[in-house]
């Protein structure tokens, strides 16, 4: 089987244009795809750099009479990263019997590059009459049907057949969903938090009733980016997230009106089916709470949240000043400027922001009524945990003159090269810690902070636990999971079920998170969906970057460069810009907004935010 030879260059598949241009229906700007000359493999480069102006669209261009199978689906392939809300020039490509079933909604292949496109003859059949193409690359990540983001690297291979119809060539068998290359993913799609309320089984009294989770997933960015959002956020959790997460919206709610958006005095009103109509006011500001966060990422100007019944009569309302019971990061903590860390002389200190030199906190702690490796503070900032500095023992105890010290509430098995991981307080007071034993590893909370160890179930976990950071909605922890010589960055689901009136904690469904880097030496959570992260790639120089807990590459600002990085501290709040804490070779450095790296002390280690 020989591959067709593209003889002549072909006219460029893609237009774009800015709204200005759309409005008074003028210019359009051209495209700059084409295909080589010659040569039997040929990438399809349709990649247009829009990311910097966000206004520009871009359209497709239908089927050209008389057009070659290599050229068919290298077009289709080309229409298929237009901003045509349905898809409807790509469908032009597809046999008449094919255009309303083909589902590009199913999930989006991602690959490093553009597809290779390869055009093949069907055996001994009429060469006029039917050909294969296949489409191969290398594939660095999955979206699925629910928007939800996965890396999953591999060889990247599918086929798609074309033949004649009526004289032309159109495509009657192709895979479903999409296949794109990595610059025109990030030009079409955003990352998007969703939110939702965190099952915390019979822990979810009182304020863990209220805890909101991000599930962040990748929606198209100039189609209808609020009607989009609103409609993802109906469907419900990501199948990762699913099991540990809850919408207050009733099954089969559904938005009425085909577009929304915010309105003159910054409200988003929302018509609901029958399905969502009936509930009481306190779900309904349950479901108000839910769109204003999750839309308000993506619209700072939503200042309330109206929703209605299909006749347009009002259920409920709802404003930011009602809404914060329910704001995403209630549970991280009082506020964002207070860090912590171990001084020269092994004992606790605190800074804030405004500070030029660290502070001993009151109590045991920052006493040196016990020399200490590490440390965490929980979220209300009037507990500490500490690790004795030989990591054999973990202290709690109140940030308080006169506290007592207490017997350690967790003693380390193993031996001196094993020991304690540095503690972390969930938004729910509960202290977690891991026990690095090589023969027995486990994972531990103790409820409340104050209550028994209990062992934590980690199923499948391929190595043992040397790091941990919980967010505070108690759901998700982020774990260093060390196999031989390599540390690489999980997240894991954690369950809550009652047995017997017991409630019992698991660690399910470990993902990776940082797959490209080879060797992670730090973690701390800095958002709802966001952790900050140092490591390095294979043959590469540590780096210090944002990953989004889906494990893409965060949408910030890149961070000043720095090296030799030992730990690292982020806040969860999103009050304000915090600053960064990490350790080094040589001490303690902070990251102040729009500044650089600066030394706080020469000796000092483990430093933390509360939680």
């Known amino acids: 089987m020989g ?31 084409s295909m080589p000359d010659s040569g039997e493999v040929t990438a399809v480069d349709s990649s247009q750099r829009a990311d910097a102006d966000s206004q520009v669209r871009v359209y497709g261009v239908p089927p050209h009479k008389g057009e070659r199978p290599q050229e068919l689906v290298t077009g289709f392939l080309e229409a298929t990263t237009s901003d045509d809300p349905d898809y409807g020039t790509a469908r032009m490509y597809l046999a008449k019997d094919k255009q309303r079933g083909w589902e590009p909604s199913w999930g989006t292949v991602v690959l490093a590059e553009p597809p290779q496109v390869q055009v093949e003859h069907n055996g001994d059949r009429d060469r006029d009459r039917d050909y294969t193409i296949t489409l191969t690359g290398k594939q660095v990540a999955r979206i699925d049907a629910k928007h939800a983001y996965k890396p ?23 895979p479903p969903g ?22 915390l089984g019979t822990a979810g009294s009182g304020k863990g009733k209220s805890v909101l989770v991000a599930d962040p997933v990748y929606l198209r960015k100039r189609i209808d980016p609020v009607t989009s959002t609103v409609n993802a956020l109906l469907d419900g959790p990501t199948n990762w997230l699913d099991p540990v997460a809850a919408t207050a919206f009733p099954t089969g709610t559904k938005v009425v009106d085909r577009r929304l958006s915010v309105d003159d005095s910054n409200a988003l009103k929302i ?14 500001e349950r479901m108000a709470a839910q ?32 809404a914060r019971q329910y704001a ?19 004992r606790m200190v605190s800074l804030a922001d405004g500070d030029e030199e660290a502070r001993r906190v009151p109590g045991p702690l920052g006493d040196g009524a016990v020399q200490l490796r590490s440390v965490g503070v929980d979220r209300s900032e009037h507990r500490a945990a500490g690790v004795a500095a030989g990591g054999q023992a973990l202290y709690v105890t109140d940030l308080e003159t006169g506290a007592a010290l207490g017997e350690p509430r967790v003693t380390a098995r193993g031996g001196a090269k094993a020991g ?8 729910l007071n509960d202290l977690w810690v891991a026990d690095q034993d090589p023969e027995r590893p486990r994972l531990l909370r103790l409820p409340g902070g104050k209550g028994s160890p209990e062992e934590v179930q980690v199923p499948r976990l391929d190595g043992r636990i040397t790091g941990l950071r919980v967010a505070a909605d108690g759901v998700r922890i982020a774990l260093l999971v ?3 010589d390599r540390t690489s960055l999980k997240l894991g689901r954690v369950e809550r079920h009652a047995d017997a009136g017991r409630l019992s904690l698991s660690v399910q469904e470990l993902r990776s998170v940082a797959p490209r880097l080879e060797q992670v030496d730090a973690v701390s959570w800095a958002g709802g969906s966001r952790l900050l992260v140092a490591g390095n790639e294979q043959g590469g120089l540590q780096q210090l970057q944002y990953i989004d807990t889906d494990g893409s590459l965060s949408n910030t600002s890149a961070l000043p460069g720095i090296t030799g990085v030992r730990g690292v501290a982020a806040s969860e709040s999103t009050a304000k810009a915090p600053a960064l804490v990490a350790e080094r070779d040589g001490g303690i450095v902070r990251l102040l907004p729009d500044s650089n790296w600066k030394l706080v002390t020469k000796e000092g280690s483990a430093p933390v935010y509360p939680g």
């Open 178 to 199: 999409l296949v794109l290359g990595l610059a025109d993913f990030q030009r079409i799609y955003r990352s998007v938090n969703k939110y939702y309320f965190a099952e």
């Open 420 to 427: 304690l991981t540095a503690p972390s307080w969930d938004g």
């Open 271 to 284: 018509r609901l089916n029958g399905k969502g109509a009936g509930t009481n006011q306190g779900q309904c």
């Open 3 to 33: 591959a067709e030879r593209n003889r002549r260059r072909r006219t460029p598949r893609r237009r774009t244009a800015g709204f200005a241009a759309l409005v008074s229906g003028g210019v359009l700007l051209a495209g700059c795809a």
């Open 291 to 322: 769109l204003l966060y999750t839309v308000q990422d993506q619209s700072a100007k939503v200042g309330q949240v109206v929703l209605q019944r299909e006749n347009g009569s009002q259920l409920c309302s709802l404003g930011r000043e009602a």
């Open 482 to 484: 060390t196999k031989d």
């Open 152 to 174: 999953e690297e591999s060889a990247f291979k599918a086929q798609i057949h074309v033949a004649r119809e009526g004289g032309e060539w159109r495509i009657d068998d192709l």
């Open 328 to 346: 995403p990061d209630q549970a991280a903590g009082r506020g964002a400027d207070q860090q912590y860390f171990v001084d020269a002389q092994h």
